[in-house]
């Protein structure tokens, strides 16, 4: 189930001044530092925050956008030509968040897998690799190719299963170019209405809908903590028994 954006993290906190010293972690001389799959920010003893792990998935057609948005997710410098990830490509993103709830700081580390379509269909072991132990898929289309918006409704039936237990989200590429856009605002609203996910645009801010992922963990926690006072409940009154 989604969540309205900042309805469980502070959307503004990257604007606090308390805030600044939490994402001084991640840059690099005033720019977004970039990680390596074994590298964290570096905090002081005095400051020790938890780091949630999340792998996002994304998924699309050949030239939607997949690799600049894992970049413009990252910070890093937008790829100046296109070029098809020929296998496996991963980005590691860290964000620190404050929980509106708590007040509690989070590294939020979103590890992006990008795999090229070709190599989907040429090598068996590729999708089951991106689709392991993933917390959530980002569907790709662009604005400016009517056919990878109409393939939506393909990927997400191949990829995913209805007891899935992954967030699912969709964005559109190229938004920007609105002379030549190829899909509507009706047929997204459409889109939306028979799918029931909510479609970003690029220019938007998608992390948002990332926050549904702390919300599911918050959700699953609070199911394994009532199961377990349940048990320990029953064991309880049988020893008095």
């Not at 799959?37 to 699309?60: C, Q, T």
């Not at 609105?178 to 799918?195: A, G, I, K, R, Y």
Request: aromatic share 10%; glycine share 6%.
């Amino acid at each position: 189930m989604s969540v309205p954006p900042g309805s469980i993290i502070v959307s503004d906190w990257h604007r606090c001044p308390n805030s600044r010293e939490f994402f001084s972690r991640i840059l690099h001389n005033k720019k977004r530092r970039k990680f390596g799959l074994l590298e964290a920010p570096i905090m002081p003893p005095h400051m020790n925050v938890d780091i949630v792990r999340y792998k996002v998935f994304i998924s699309g057609k050949t030239g939607v956008g997949k690799g600049a948005l894992a970049a413009r997710l990252a910070g890093l410098d937008l790829p100046k030509m296109h070029y098809e990830t020929t296998g496996i490509e991963t980005t590691v993103v860290f964000w620190p968040v404050r929980v509106k709830e708590s007040g509690r700081v989070l590294f939020f580390r979103f590890e992006l897998w990008d795999c090229g379509e070709s190599a989907i269909r040429r090598f068996d072991h590729m999708l089951p690799s991106c689709k392991e132990q993933v917390d959530a898929i980002l569907f790709l289309f662009s604005f400016t190719d009517r056919g990878s918006f109409d393939d939506l409704s393909n990927q997400i039936s191949r990829i995913t299963e209805s007891s899935d237990r992954v967030v699912k989200l969709v964005v559109g590429t190229k938004f920007d170019l609105f002379m030549h856009t190829d899909v509507t605002e009706s047929d997204v609203t459409h889109f939306q209405e028979v799918w029931g996910l909510p479609v970003f645009r690029v220019g938007g801010d998608v992390s948002a809908g990332l926050e549904n992922l702390w919300h599911q963990d918050c959700v699953a926690a609070s199911s394994v903590s009532i199961s377990t006072q349940a048990a320990l409940r029953e064991t309880d009154s049988e020893i008095i028994v």
